[in-house]
Every structure is written in C-alpha cells, then in structure tokens.
C-alpha cells in the first residue's frame, strides 16, 4: 500500500494579515470596517496556486464581549472568502475562537485547539518540515507555532514593530512586511 503524500499547510491569522489591523485592543465590528490588504488577496492566490492547503485562524472574543454578532462574524467570513476565490486562492477552512480569555478554552491561540480542529478535519498527512504560520502577533501566533513544531513568519502589517523585537517573548523563524512578502519567500524556498 503506497501512503499519501503529505501536504504543506498554511495557518493564517486574520486580522492585521489578511485584512487591515483595526489597532491594539479594537476589533472588527462590521463588515463595513473589515478591509483587506489587497495583496493579502494575491498571496493566497500564489499559494494555492503553490500547493499549500490554507486554513484561517484566529481569535475572535469580540463576540464574547458583545461586541459584535456570531451573525456579523459570519458574513465577514463570506465577504473575505467570497473576495479570496474571486482572485484564485482557496481556504480549507476558518477557524475562530470566539471565547473570553478568561474562559481558559483550549481553542484560543496560543492553545493549540484550532489546529487540532484543522487536523483533525484534514484527511492528509501533514508535512510540517514545509508548513508554516503565519500572523502578526508574537504572543500569539509565533509561539502557537512554536508549541506545534511549525515554522513562523511575522508579518509586519498589523500587531508587531520590528522595533519592539527585543521585547518578544518569542522570535520568529522569519520576519516580512506582508503576507504577500512572506509568501514569496516560501514558494522560492
């Protein structure tokens, strides 16, 4: 029996990667202010087009603070995916933690709840040498990817200022501008 061959995987954040950071401590309320960074939008394209098999994760607790609808979640999700397949990316999936930090749940990063749950959903073996994740959040996302044996990428579009890199708890395998940055150095990798 011939065992599948294993597939690279792309964990995205969302905020401040694939759309514009709405600024420390706000949150995306409404559909009207999320925006994409229009070469987030041809990133995803080159890496699909790559071979990648991309899941979107991320924190979502302004649900849980009422600040905004599951409902609203929602159709911003289909807003970002609709925009996304217009452009030729695909996303396996979206996976959001909407809970408080206080709830102590295992799905808000850096627990490693969403990416169990994208495993587990993905029927393929996964080839972590060449899998990566991606975000703007040290605290968060690079050491979510540390704990799961992923390599890192900062981008610099939201959360972090390479400024402030002697104060991160974690560092980065690699640091770009942007998701679209990022995404060229891997496929030329």
């Not at 699909?48 to 899941?55: K, L, P, S």
């Not at 709830?103 to 808000?108: A, L, Q």
Request: proline share 3%; glycine share 6%.
């Amino acid at each position: 029996m011939v065992k599948p061959s294993k597939k690279k995987v792309i964990f995205l954040d969302r905020d401040g990667v694939i759309n514009k950071f709405p600024g420390r401590y706000k949150y995306v309320t409404s559909l009207k202010a999320f925006k994409l960074i229009p070469s987030s939008l041809v990133a995803i394209k080159k890496l699909t087009e790559a071979g990648f098999v991309i899941f979107i994760i991320s924190n979502q607790a302004g649900v849980a603070k009422k600040l905004y609808s599951k409902a609203t979640l929602d159709n911003i999700t289909r807003k970002m995916l609709i925009n996304i397949n217009k452009t030729g990316g695909r996303i396996k999936k979206v996976l959001y933690c909407t809970h408080l930090k206080e709830e102590n749940c295992s799905c808000r990063k850096p627990k490693t709840g969403l990416i169990e749950k994208a495993f587990n959903s993905f029927q393929a073996r996964i080839d972590r040498r060449n899998s990566y994740l991606i975000g703007d959040d040290v605290d968060h996302d690079i050491k979510l990817g540390k704990i799961v044996k992923l390599r890192t990428v900062l981008v610099l579009s939201g959360r972090e200022k390479l400024n402030e890199r002697e104060s991160w708890n974690q560092q980065p395998d690699y640091i770009f501008k942007n998701l679209l940055q990022a995404a060229d150095f891997i496929i030329s990798s």
